[in-house]
């Protein structure tokens, strides 16, 4: 069964980076897209972007350019970094499992439980 | 960009009650559309993708159906575990609906 285990620093302050990595067990890392959404307390979901095993990515326009999300396949670990964090980027980080099928279509299959990350000086 | 949106926002309904949540994408997206439960401080939970397939190990009283932009999730015979608010998401720019939120009436 596979997991998915995030983990990093719960508080950042403004304006500063934030560095999450997410730990995969009980399966493979090669062939999945290794991706990031995060959760405002009470809000909807958002997609942050994917890092593929070989180290591609793509992200979500809305927040291209403050964010870097790496893979270190011999861990068997992946990583965010959210640049120039405001309190609008406090919120549940939930890494996930992103699995392409033979069609095309595109789905989150494993999550991690989440780590609510907090803005705040 | 690709917008979705769920409809309703909230719903309450009763235990063996048939309920149905409405998706619609500002474009036409084909059957790249999936449906995910999350309950009070879980993870989302994969029911259906590709519009009507059920995900391994969800029970059958869960459906799907729809194409282009309009799409919709059904639950028949509600039962007590089916409270939650549930997320339609594309797949072709990662984009999610805002959620309904399904409650016990």
């Known amino acids: 069964q596979v997991q998915l285990q995030e983990s990093g620093p719960g508080l950042v302050k403004p304006s500063e980076t934030l560095s999450l990595t997410c730990t995969v067990s009980?399966?493979?890392?090669?062939?999945?897209?290794w991706s990031w959404i995060r959760q405002p307390s009470g809000k909807g979901l958002e997609w942050i972007g994917y890092?593929?095993?070989?180290?591609?990515?793509n992200y979500n326009p809305s927040l291209k350019s403050r964010i870097t999300i790496s893979i270190d396949t011999s861990k068997n670990q992946f990583y965010l970094k959210l640049s120039s964090v405001t309190a609008a980027d406090t919120a549940v980080y939930y890494c996930?499992?992103?699995?392409?099928?033979?069609?095309?279509?595109?789905?989150?299959?494993?999550w991690g439980q989440g780590t609510l990350v907090t803005v705040s000086s | 960009d690709i917008q979705m949106t769920q409809s309703p926002s909230s719903l309450s309904a009763s235990v063996g009650d048939r309920v149905t949540i409405a998706c619609r994408a500002s474009?036409?997206?084909?059957?790249?559309l999936n449906w995910y439960q999350q309950k009070p401080g879980k993870a989302p939970k994969l029911l259906m993708y590709?519009?009507?397939t059920l995900q391994s190990g969800v029970p059958s009283r869960f459906s799907g159906s729809g194409s282009g932009t309009d799409f919709t999730l059904t639950i028949t015979s509600l039962q007590p575990e089916d409270f939650a608010t549930y997320y339609c998401?594309?797949?072709?720019?990662?984009?999610f609906g805002q959620g309904t939120r399904l409650e016990m009436k």
């Open positions: 009980g399966g493979s890392i090669s062939s999945y897209y």
């Open positions: 590709a519009a009507s």
């Open positions: 890092v593929y095993y070989s180290g591609s990515t």
């Open positions: 998401q594309e797949s072709y720019s990662t984009t």
């Open positions: 474009q036409s997206i084909s059957k790249y």
């Open positions: 996930a499992r992103g699995y392409y099928d033979r069609s095309g279509h595109f789905y989150f299959d494993y």
